[in-house]
């Protein structure tokens, strides 16, 4: 992944995900710091989508730049090659995947729904 690459960011919570869009200006094994328009506090649980990888972790700062906002995050958990685990999933199940998206009952082309949306 390149640096200033778009990320869904989702803040965790009781009530379900809050979805934000960032982008990524600079990312190690342990953290992220990402540019949002919105602040976000400290301490909020977060995940981090793009492409074909999940991340978990933490706000742990949250400082302003300009019109926006760097975001730190401390990274805990990570999944990557989704799609790959998705073609597993559904072969465990017996279900049919092409090209990595699932199809409806009429047999529709249906893109995969992202849990908390």
């Known amino acids: 992944m390149g640096l200033d690459q778009a990320v869904a960011i989702g803040?965790?919570?009781?009530?379900?995900?809050?979805?934000?869009l960032g982008w990524v200006v600079?990312?190690?094994g342990r953290g992220a710091a990402v540019r949002m328009e919105d602040p976000m506090s400290?301490?909020?649980?977060?995940?981090?989508?793009?492409?074909?990888t999940l991340l978990l972790g933490e706000v742990c700062y949250c400082v302003a730049e300009g019109d926006r906002y760097r975001v730190g995050l401390e990274l805990r958990h990570s999944l990557t090659h989704?799609?790959?685990?998705e073609r597993l999933r559904a072969r465990l199940l017996g279900e049919g995947i092409e090209g990595g998206r699932d199809r409806d009952a009429e047999g529709d082309r249906r893109a995969p729904a992202l849990s908390g949306q």
């Open 11 to 20: 803040e965790l919570s009781e009530d379900g995900v809050r979805m934000r």
């Open 26 to 28: 600079d990312l190690s």
């Open 42 to 52: 400290p301490g909020t649980l977060v995940r981090m989508q793009w492409d074909d």
């Open 82 to 85: 989704l799609a790959e685990l």
